[in-house]
């Protein structure tokens, strides 16, 4: 079978209310995206349009961006698995690529979370588990993942101290992306003394909402080789599912669906947890890194908090782990943040990653959920 | 009436299990068991995804379970802000079966402790809605 590289990436920067439309917002990243491939809309055989539909007025969005990004008349289609859409758009690519239906294929990812109040977006989010049996008792994200904590902490003697260092780790990088909506830095007493949202999660173990888009152009091996200097190769695509409502599932100290993604990836890249030099993981909550870690095999089940004790997924350490402010720091805009995050381990493959470097990165990891571990995509990513 | 009875706010407006929320009136918690093949659910459901039968009986959800996690949230999607704050939880019953849903507020939050013994209770909301909660057997 053919090698699928990945030939150009580019990202808007993640904004609170950005100061224009959806089109406009998805031009940034994908004139970045094309300006890094040194290509024009033409060499584009298709495009993945890739969000959360509940946010716009705009019904079919694939149709929207393929005009106005100058994809006509290129077949265009739109795929959704809410925040990790992008990684699934990934995964659609690969496999048009592999069936020889299009040699170059652009994934291309959006949100504009501000077209909405905080409190409709909260009960849009919350809307994405099960609407029937849990919505009507007031549900939301944080909530969700809130019960995660607690059984971690219960089970695992994890502390809020704990979860509070991730956020620390996540704004001593966001600090130095300049893409990133929050650029401050976070001590340990500041996350630990903000205000309680769901409990035992505070303001600062939730991630930032943003606006923002991001662009990933994938090609075949012969394109990739003729097209790109610096081609970074698919290794391995794990995607899973598990039940999206809380009665069905089987444990809440980490999420099946990323257990079982990590395992299909690891598998098809012939690698292991121990090889992976440089990752991203879905921190839209700082527990969710905490399960990631675990989840993954960068730990075992209940010792995740040692590596974040231990700094071992900071730069220099063990694991470095979501070294461009994740989405705690850089922000979350559903649809862009798989295509951002993927963006993030190339630049760092291609050792273009500035001062979020990790020295002679080779192989990195992209996980990235959709709901509360309705989802699980995990792809990992290697340079020649 | 329907299903848009169940809950605070309810995002259904019918199902083919409509009759949970007649149950709830009458006092009873109830899920539904395939005759088929014998899995039960809860919440019930008209199918069942092991057998693919649709044919499937009510049963009471008695009993104890304990709870498995829960959280208390300071705030609240749309429409839920007038019952800030509350808990929301999972129990979990001996069969395995998992509930969603929330605490009591006449459980204090220095009494919840995970694994503790709760039950499920029928309750009714303003405005003609219906839920149940848990509490203390």
Redesign the interface.
Known sequence: MQKVGIIGVGQSAFVRGYEGSIRELVFEGFAEAMRDAQLKPQDIQASIICSAPEYDKQRTPAGLMAEYLGLNPQPTFYIESVCSSSSMGLRVAYSMIQAGLHEVVAVIGFQKMSEISS??S??RM??GAD??????????M??YY??????HM?TYGTTEEDLALIRVKAASYGQINEKAVYRKGVTLEKALSS???????KVFDCCANADGSSCIIVASEKMAKKLSPKPVWILGLGAASAPI?????TT?TGLTCAREAAKQAYEMAGVGPQDIDVAEVHDCFTIAEMMAYEDLGFAEPGKGKELIRNKETYIGGKIPVNVDGGLLSKGHPIGATGGSQLRTITLQLRGEAGPMQVDGAKIGLVHNIGGVGIYGNVTILGRD | MGFDRFGTVSFVSQSKVDKFVDFLDEGKVMGTKCKSCGAKYFPPRNDCAQCLSSDVEWFELTGTGKLATYSKLMYAPSGFEKDLPYRICVVEYPDGVKAFGRISAAISDDDLAIGMDLVAVPIKLSGNQVAYEFRRP
């Open positions: 409190a409709e909260q009960e919350g809307r609407i029937m049996w849990e919505s009507p008792f007031g549900t939301m944080p909530a809130a019960m995660h904590a607690r059984a219960n205000d309680p949202v769901s409990t035992p999660l409502n809380m009665a069905g599932r809440f």
